[in-house]
């Protein structure tokens, strides 16, 4: 298997073990879009290699060793979407798949210099954490923005799904990118629907994209 192809499925791993674990083989497929049957045959390989904990119809999890590779090849995603969007100016919509292109020809020395030529961030255009150089995992801080409630002033932290050109757009139509500023006007009991006002606009947040956006409540 090319090294490439093995980094995809523990990125991918990875990212599901943040909401579930172990991690279903049906839910790496759906994620990577390839068939159950692939899924399976690879997630053995991948116990075979130390990197994956696996059980038949059980799921998997990263080992100790495949969860650092899944953290250090965050961290170089995420350097790279800087440097991107900061020094090249393209969109915080447009940085992701170039991002994951860099990331997996990255050698140790371009990732340490790359860090120190953009000052160590702490975080990405998207407002994610950006793991350290000693590869310890950082979870992403704060609460959905589903949870506010009527009246609540908040911040936006970060966003969840950073690949979905179509929505980071929609986010900044409505003025929801990290950093913003908004305070919910009203939340339906019916669907969860949110009425924001943001910059003196007011927009309206469905419930399952208001569970993507981090958010942190602002005291009053």
Known sequence: ???????????????????????????IAQSMGISLASVSEMVRRLSDKGLVE????????????????YIRL?????????????HLDIGWE???????????????????????FLDNPDSCPHGNPIPGKDLKSVK???????????????????VVNEYNVEFLRYLTSVGLTPGAIFRVIEKSSYDGTLTIEADGMTRAVGKE??????????NE
């Not at 609460?143 to 506010?148: G, N, V």
């Not at 994209?209 to 602002?218: K, N, Q, W, Y």
Request: negative net charge; contains cysteine.
């Open 209 to 218: 994209a208001a569970t993507l956006i981090m958010v942190e409540p602002i």
């Open 54 to 69: 696996y059980t038949p119809y059980g799921g998997a999890r990263l080992t100790d060793e495949g969860n650092k590779r």
């Open 1 to 27: 298997m090319s090294q490439r192809i093995t980094e995809e499925y523990l990125e991918s791993i990875g990212t599901l073990e943040e909401s579930e674990s172990p991690v279903s083989t049906t839910a």
């Open 94 to 116: 447009d940085v992701y798949s170039d991002a994951c292109a860099l990331e997996h020809v990255t050698s140790d020395l371009v990732e340490e210099k790359l860090a120190e």
């Open 74 to 86: 965050t961290r170089r995603h995420r350097l790279w979407e800087v440097f991107l969007n900061k």
């Open 140 to 158: 992403t801080k704060g609460m959905a923005l589903s949870r506010l409630e009527t009246g609540q002033l908040a911040r936006v932290l970060s």
